[in-house]
T-cell receptor
């Protein structure tokens, strides 16, 4: 079954404590991306990756890091979380290459609370 | 960056009614996508549009890529209770900005009364 998996699904943490949210896909997609969803703002792209070892900033990259060492995994790292990073986070994947389709498939979401 | 304006923000309709929502951009987009999000889940792709003027249907859903490339609309005909959710438009722009990043509208929250 085609899947995008995120872990954890829920996390409550404190300011400054480093955390990682993992994203894994089994669809052999080149393109992977992270979004945050906040009320009234829709989805905003944090970082994306066109392929292994290729990452780029999205709309709101400040305070986040990513890595793409393997095709199937795209972890989101918050080195020093702050309360304004409390949000619902989604990982998305999609095929890429010539004739990019941009048809992204989203994970189930990770609800993060930073106190 | 390029902004997407999605309207209306919310809609309350009676089962069986048709629904229309739209998205506009201050800049040209070369891809428009429409997603639906159910509570507690990630967005699911409904329709993808790749050419100006393109009109595409998916069951009771129809979406169009505006000929100016700055807008798109989504219509839902004969709404049913399971149409409830948040609908998002998304687009990929061109020009001065990085072509690979996606922008989303703020969403239209649809409520369907039986």
């Amino acid at each position: 079954e085609a899947q995008v998996t995120q872990n954890p699904r829920y996390l409550i943490t404190v300011t400054g404590k480093k955390l990682t949210v993992t994203c894994s896909q089994n669809m052999n997609h080149e393109y992977m991306s992270w979004y945050r969803q906040d009320p009234g703002l829709g989805l905003r792209q944090i970082y994306y990756s066109m392929n292994v070892e290729v990452t780029d900033k999205g709309d709101v990259p400040e305070g986040y890091k990513v890595s793409r060492k393997e095709k199937r995994n795209f972890p989101l790292i918050l080195e020093s979380p702050s309360p304004n990073q409390t949000s619902l986070y989604f990982c998305a994947t999609g095929p890429a290459g010539q004739g990019l389709s941009y048809e992204q498939y989203f994970g189930p979401g990770t609800r993060l609370t930073v106190t | 960056g390029q902004q997407l304006n999605q309207s209306p923000q919310s809609m309350f309709i009676q089962e069986g009614e048709d629904v229309s929502m739209n998205c506009t951009s201050s800049s040209i987009f070369n891809t428009w996508l429409w997603y639906k999000q159910d509570p507690g889940e990630g967005p699911v792709l409904l329709i993808a549009l790749y050419k100006a003027g393109e009109l595409t249907s998916n069951g009771r859903l129809t979406a169009q890529f505006g000929i100016t490339r700055k807008d798109s609309f989504l219509n839902i005909s004969a709404s049913i209770p399971s149409d409830v959710g948040i609908y998002f438009c998304a687009g990929r722009g061109v020009g001065l900005y990085n072509n690979n990043d996606m922008r989303f509208g703020a969403g239209t929250r649809l409520t369907v009364k039986p």
